[in-house]
C-alpha cells in the first residue's frame, strides 16, 4: 500500500469520524453511501446472488466505463436481514469505489478495519467470520 494511499484512508476516515461518527453502525453506513466526501461515487446496493462468483459474499460492480456513473454493490440475500453485519461487509467493498488505483485486498481490508475502528486482523476476521456464516447458518452454496 503506498504511503499516499495510506494518506487517503486517514483523510476521509476523519472526515467519517466528524461528519457520521465511527464505527459504522447499521444506519451510518447508510448515510456515508450518499456523502461524496466518504464514498467518492454513488452506490446502489442490491440483495442478489446472481451476480456473485464462487466465493464471494458481495461484487462491488462498475456500472460504466465513467466511474462517475456510479456503482452496484450485489450483497448476498443471506446478509439482508442482519443490518448489524452490513457495515462490516459494505466498508470493505468501498475500497473498490474510493481507491480505483490500488484496490487491493490489503487497502480494502485496512480501509474496512479503519471504519469498523478495529485492528486490521481483527477485522479481517470478522468479515471471514461472516462469510463462513453463509455456508454454515443458511445450507447456501457459494
Known amino acids: 500500500m503506498t504511503a499516499a494511499t495510506t494518506a487517503k ?7 467519517v469520524r466528524e461528519s457520521h461518527g465511527l464505527p459504522l453502525s447499521s444506519g451510518s453506513y447508510q448515510q456515508i ?12 446496493m442490491v440483495f442478489d446472488a446472481d451476480p456473485l462468483k464462487e466465493g464471494e459474499f458481495a461484487y462491488m460492480h462498475q456500472v460504466d466505463k465513467d466511474r462517475n456513473k456510479g456503482f452496484m454493490l450485489y450483497m448476498h440475500p443471506f446478509f439482508k436481514n442482519r443490518p448489524n453485519d452490513l457495515p462490516y ?8 469505489v474510493n481507491f480505483a488505483e490500488e484496490p487491493t485486498a490489503e487497502v ?6 479503519a471504519l469498523m475502528g478495529l485492528e486490521v486482523e481483527l477485522y479481517y ?3 471471514n467470520q461472516l462469510f463462513e456464516s453463509i ?5 447456501c452454496s457459494l
Open 9 to 15: 484512508i486517514a483523510e476521509i476516515i476523519a472526515y
Open 125 to 127: 476476521d470478522k468479515v
Open 89 to 96: 461487509l459494505v466498508a470493505y467493498h468501498l475500497a473498490i
Open 33 to 44: 453511501l450518499q456523502d461524496r466526501g466518504c464514498v467518492f461515487h454513488s452506490v446502489k
Open 108 to 113: 480494502a481490508e485496512h480501509f474496512g478495519a
Open 135 to 139: 455456508l454454515t447458518k443458511s445450507g
